[in-house]
């Protein structure tokens, strides 16, 4: 299978790179999972797709300012770091900015509260640092550190919130679960009168996500690991969702890839609370075994998480349904619109 069977030609101007609208006012196309029918709406009224006994899994990780500018403390050249994974209570793999300046042994200052010595080079580049604070930790990324948005995103945000999901709980993640940055209050109550039921799980989000695949045999991809749990209570209404004839629906990829790497812990398939590292890799010909339906964006073309989409929906429907949205001027990636597929 080839990453190039997973192309389109996105105009650059259909890249969200601002929040333009209210956060349920996004455009929202629903796909039928079984003929592939598309209908055109907006976020604000995904209730009128759901039924009653359906349960909607979400991921409440929680975005954090990740990318903090020091000065490098022999020299006073200014660095960039960006915290990828929590290693230690003080100790990150950190994406490094100029990282050829920033050897084993360098310390950088980026406040009076904070200072940092790299202690690793790791295989890919990115660095292993250990920190020295003085407080709380992420209460001093809170005052000093910018929250790490994607590249197509220019402008700084003026509510760091806004690239949070209202739902978010657990702080961890350097990229956020967009799919939920849809949901306000309004529509969580529109949503629990109509009988659906919520529930979170919790996976912290990489970069690597995002990464395109570089191989052009997907097989060939190597997947990047990230941390997930699943508490009691999520694994419970799942079992009882399911023994009702409700439909399980993963609000974004995250969502879907935790239930349906904790499926694959059991032998039975059957979601138990847990907390584990997942490097799964879902693409066309995978069977699921947990999620009915799935809310998303729209993705990057030779990207793992179209490749997770065309694997649920199917190739075709979903390539049709990505040349609709393309025709009809739908926005994609972070502050883009949504599709529900059902």
């Known amino acids: 299978m080839l990453k190039s069977d997973f192309y389109y030609d996105l105009p650059e101007e259909l890249i969200a790179q601002t929040p333009l609208e209210p956060r349920d006012s996004s455009r929202l196309m629903k796909i039928n999972r079984e003929s592939?029918?598309?209908?055109?709406?907006?976020?604000?009224?995904i209730a009128d797709y759901l039924r009653s006994g359906d349960l909607l899994v979400m991921n409440d990780s929680k975005v954090f300012p990740a990318r903090i500018m020091g000065v490098k403390r022999d020299t006073g050249v200014v660095c960039e770091f960006?915290?990828?994974?929590?290693?230690s209570h003080n100790t990150w793999e950190t994406l490094v900015r100029p990282g050829r300046r920033l050897k084993v042994g360098a310390r950088v200052d980026f406040s009076d509260e904070l200072s940092a010595e790299v202690i690793e080079v790791i295989?890919?580049?990115?660095?292993?640092?250990?920190?020295?604070?003085?407080?709380v930790f992420f209460d001093i990324l809170d005052r000093i550190g910018q929250m790490p948005l994607?590249?197509?995103i220019t402008e700084k945000l003026k509510d760091k919130d806004r690239y949070n999901t209202i739902y978010c709980h657990e702080t961890g993640s350097a990229a956020a679960p967009t799919a939920g940055l849809h949901f306000t209050e309004?529509?969580?109550?529109?949503?629990r009168e109509k009988g659906v039921d919520t529930a979170y799980v919790t996976l912290h989000v990489g970069l690597g996500t995002f990464r395109p695949v570089k191989e052009e045999n997907i097989l060939e991809h190597k997947m990047h690991v990230e941390h997930f749990s699943i508490p009691?209570?999520?694994a419970e209404k799942i079992i009882e969702c399911k023994a009702r004839g409700g439909r399980v629906i993963a609000v974004g990829t995250t969502?879907?890839?935790t239930l349906e790497a904790a499926a694959g812990l059991s032998e039975d398939g059957i979601i138990k609370a847990c907390s584990h590292d997942t490097g799964i890799f879902i693409y066309p010909g995978y069977k699921f075994k947990v999620i009915d339906g799935l809310i998303t964006n729209f993705h990057l073309p030779e990207s793992t998480l179209i490749m997770l989409v065309s694997a649920f929906l199917g190739k075709d429907k979903t390539f049709n349904a990505y040349h609709t949205a393309i025709e009809e001027r739908y926005r994609f990636f972070s502050f883009g619109d949504s599709m529900c597929i059902l």
Not at 36 to 45: D, M, P, S
């Open 82 to 87: 960006l915290l990828l994974n929590q290693r």
């Open 186 to 191: 309004q529509v969580f109550e529109k949503i």
């Open 36 to 45: 592939g029918e598309i209908e055109h709406n907006r976020f604000y009224n």
């Open 255 to 257: 969502s879907c890839r």
């Open 150 to 152: 994607p590249p197509y």
């Open 232 to 234: 009691e209570e999520t």
């Open 123 to 135: 295989d890919d580049g990115n660095r292993i640092v250990r920190f020295d604070f003085d407080g």
